[in-house]
């Protein structure tokens, strides 16, 4: 089997892997520009995403081990053959999703950025900051990851509620609604923070009508993927006031060009889309690729982890 690694840590992933599966041809490359001629004969591929003109040379192509959630990169590849395997590293990112949520809340609750910005011009300045003690946040999403979230909002005293199109009994969410309540429970909550998937039906769906329905003094973070918000009615509700400010990992267009509005929307916080990064990711990704990679390599096909159909 030849087995192609296209990954920044692609050095890493082979050294790891070498010693345990001897039998496997391995090539490492960083970008697609160091892949060459091995494209055409890969077997299995582990990356985050590949263009459609490599794919379309993948001839020999029989799985793809994403080292992402979700695969709609892959899976919406023009080229992208329907007997060609693809599985995700779904559940690792709990972690690190959790505590980036929990960076921006408190990071808008204290107006962190702003203390930033006094440090570098030598300015002492103090203000009363919000707590997160008492107060009600919804988790649009009731994964892996949001469930940790919710883990760790309850340590901080908060009400919780999820909205999931999958209703679960977990002893983290105190209420728990379907994705046809999204207005009812965005008028209710403190902080609406986003971590569903983008599938055709969560396409815009925090759309205006649902930014508008939240308090005036409320936070709206995206930390999921760009595609499930409005982006033009969360910079009107930000530049007009009716939220209190809002944080965002994802956007429609990565990376966001410069002269985007949002570089400069009133009272938003943004990261560069590092919410599921770790100094770990390595051997988090190894706990689902190695397992699925020794299953493929018995012969087994339809028990990977994390199949995904397509």
């Given at each position: 089997m030849n087995l192609l690694i296209l990954d920044q840590d692609a050095k890493v992933y082979e050294r790891k892997l070498s010693s345990k599966f001897p039998q496997v041809v391995?090539?490492?490359?960083?970008?697609?520009?160091?892949?060459?001629?091995?494209?055409?004969?890969?077997?299995?591929?582990?990356?985050?995403k590949i263009s459609d003109e490599l794919m379309k040379r993948a001839k020999n192509l029989k799985w793809i081990q994403s080292l992402a959630t979700g695969v709609d990169y892959l899976v919406n590849l023009p080229s992208l053959r329907k007997e060609v395997l693809i599985t995700s590293t779904r559940g690792?990112?709990?972690?690190?999703?959790?505590?980036?949520?929990f960076l921006h809340m408190l990071a808008l609750n204290r107006n962190y950025p702003q203390v930033v910005r006094n440090q570098d011009r030598e300015e002492w300045e103090r203000w009363p900051g919000k707590l997160l003690f008492h107060k009600k946040i919804a988790i649009f999403g009731v994964g892996t990851i949001g469930e940790e979230l919710a883990r760790k909002c309850k340590?901080?005293?908060?009400?919780v509620y999820g909205i999931d199109i999958i209703k679960r009994k977990l002893d983290v969410v105190d209420y728990f609604y379907g994705p046809e309540e999204i207005h009812k429970v965005a008028a209710e909550v403190d902080y609406f923070i986003v971590v569903a998937p983008y599938t055709p039906q969560t396409k815009n769906i925090v759309d205006r009508k649902v930014l508008s329905s939240m308090k005036p003094t409320a936070f709206f973070i995206n930390i999921g993927r760009g595609?499930?918000?409005?982006?033009?009615?969360?910079?009107d509700v930000l530049n007009s006031g009716k939220i209190a400010g809002a944080a965002l990992d994802v956007f429609c267009q990565?990376?966001?060009p410069k002269g985007h509005p949002f570089w400069k929307t009133?009272?938003?916080?943004?990261?560069?889309?590092?919410?599921?990064?770790?100094?770990?990711?390595?051997?988090?990704?190894?706990?689902?690729?190695?397992?699925?990679?020794?299953?493929?390599?018995?012969?087994?096909?339809?028990?990977?982890?994390?199949?995904?159909?397509?």
């Open positions: 391995m090539r490492t490359a960083m970008n697609e520009d160091g892949i060459g001629d091995f494209i055409e004969k890969t077997d299995i591929l582990l990356a985050f690792i990112h709990g972690p690190q999703m959790s505590e980036i949520a340590a901080f005293s908060m009400t595609e499930l918000v409005d982006e033009k009615a969360l910079i990565e990376p966001l009133k009272n938003l916080n943004i990261t560069p889309h590092v919410g599921g990064m770790s100094d770990i990711y390595v051997d988090q990704a190894l706990s689902v690729f190695e397992e699925n990679l020794q299953r493929f390599l018995s012969g087994e096909r339809q028990n990977l982890i994390n199949l995904i159909a397509h």
